[in-house]
């Protein structure tokens, strides 16, 4: 573990992750949808020496709008604006295997990781919600496997495309008239179940080669793409024993698939209500959760469960509901997990879950979130959080001023940045392209390395 | 024409409209794919007080790249790193219908919009690139016929999404809890023969109601898309009396569409190439020929006529070839009307097409620009241009500084912006929510202004 560093994003969660995050005193209700807002909040993560800001994405028009703000702008161009405002921090965007086609997202991605300085991470991710499958066609929401399936295909596509320019392809000599090596330019000729794709990019490699694999989603098919893809895991875990467990698995399964499984960076969710005491921010959640709007919290907890808000019985135990089969089975799962585990009343659970995401929360003093965060990362529980404060940017800022000297002073995080892309920040090499490695190797072994996706 | 305003763009083609331009002594070879050459572009036409920055696009590693740069980073994340550097300037990319989905392209152009201030427009392009094509799994271009209908219908869905939301549909009171007014967000329902899309968008309405739609493409499809869609158009006219018919052809099409057709801003493409005398001019145009690396300019005009380059006779005529039915119709008729008006050699048509982009292009002095612009411009033959100059930055600073003056002395141009989103620019009203509007009118007539995308 020696030289291992804490690794911290900043999930930027429109006002806040708490569902009444809009209605506190320092919130303005119109900054979800204000560039301003995102821009501002990642340059206090990059004065906290953040690793990254994180952008989480549906494509639809969800989650209970007539009660709090949600994700409105489309990642790419906000990550875009904040490139221009900022130096260091790194840049991760979701997008949709699902609803996008993989030549427009890698493009997209490999334009803005040039446009950042090789800052630029994606998080992939399938896309349960019913609503965004009805803007593109569908009546309903594609099965699990079949997401899960394509989403597989369609990271293969995307890292070969990201892959089809060799690092010295651009000649550019005025002498000769020479612009392209095109030799250096590889067609990636996939062609597969849900995609054919000829390729090359029009886009040459950035700085750090290639943006990061990001993958969220616990399910079994979400981590088994997550084990043959992912450089970055952004997790569900309510408990360090759960967490460990996922860590210990999903670097095993990514060994099985010929990788090392120790450079994957696994950033489990953390929610932070932060108070100078600990009965201050007790204080605050108190605040938050009077201020959570109408029935929100019940109909949250009846979407994640699929039942009527209506059937539930607030006082008794959680209803035995199975495991949804399309989706969201992740917090379906820490749902049931934390009733089962803390015997709580559905009321509890509202209490508990309504008005947050469905990861952790911590409430306490800057000293108890240090101390739980080193618990954590010195466990191998986890390489670092992805953190979402209750309110934003006011939470973050808090959690900058008060946290990360706490963290800093015991040796977990870095004072300053030592690199300039998101690779260098996660520790992670910088990938050779393929058909660069494949000079030096038989054409038989390029070409079943391509084929495989490796 | 009182009060009538000369509008001007700049198309930032890489290095600069000219094949060669790459290789002049003030261009940087790996501009082409840099973001901040972008930017820096846009601040000088921003200090012209130019309407906008126009960004051309084909998602495919094409166009001879073994030659000369081309558009590599997708257009959306350029502006957004340019509405960033930037603030008042428009922003014009091209996306196409033939590769995108409505809901995606509506969203990133509305987040653009926002970002921006409101200074976007997007430039709607069916796509007849064959290397485009098969990055999304088809083995040949879709039918001409087939890529307009389905072009028509994209933007209908898009225009319908960027009106979802009535402009006062935020209410965001913290008092009441009450965020978003849902009765005034709505679904669109479109079902159509290419797209189904439920909506409603979920990006509020910009400052200027919703990007600008610009059309590019003179095909009769074309023009049948433009006069029903178009706010401004890119278009293509190497006579003022041939863009003098084109533009009442226009105008008289949109009002046959229940449109006014006089707002429509008609802006022809118009290459550069500028010298303190016309011997100057000359010297610089015969430098840029003489740097045109290898067979390009053979090639560029072979694949125009869509035939082998080894069958042309250099110092014949230009055999007889069919209007071609896939695709860039309008740069094929440009060379052929240009050899008859002209009677040109082969190599003569290679002269003045080979370098370039198919566009007219004056070469001479200041002064003689102004002329010619102002000639077009008050014989209603154009509204403006969209700008092509021969090397970027150095053709368009020259522009800016030395025609830009002169223009604005004739009483042509502005001294300033008067306005601060692209459609003041334009001259453009502000769109109401054709949602808002029908709260005025009986259900039945909404509806059925919604069917028919009006």
Known sequence: MAGRTLHLNVNILNAGFYSSAWRMPSSDPSAFAAVDHYVRIAQIAERG??????????PAFSDRPEYRPFQALEPTIVLARVAAATDRIGLIGTASTTYNDPYNLARRFASLDIASGGRVGWNIVTTADPSASRNFGFDDVTAHATRYARAGEFAEVVKALWDSWEDDALVGDKATGRFIDTSKVHAIDHKGPF??????????????????????????DGQALAARHAEAIFSVAHTLEEALAFA?????????CGRSGDDIVILPGLGTIIGSTQAEARRREEELWSLMPGDYGLRRVAGLLKVDPASLDLDGPLPGTALPTDGMQTFFQALVGAAQRDGLTLRQLIRKFGGSTGHRVIVGTPEQMADDIEAWFRAGAADGFNLMPDVLPEGLEVFVDHVVPLLRRRGLFRHGYTGRTLREHFGLDRPESRYAQSRYAPASAASSRVASGA
């Open 195 to 220: 995609f054919d794709v000829k390729g090359p990019l029009n886009v040459p490699r950035s700085v750090q080669g290639r943006p990061v694999l990001v993958q969220a989603g616990g399910s079994r």
């Open 248 to 256: 210990t698995a999903i670097r095993t399964e990514a060994r099985a």
């Open 49 to 58: 020496t953040f690793d990254a800001v994180f952008l989480s994405d549906v």
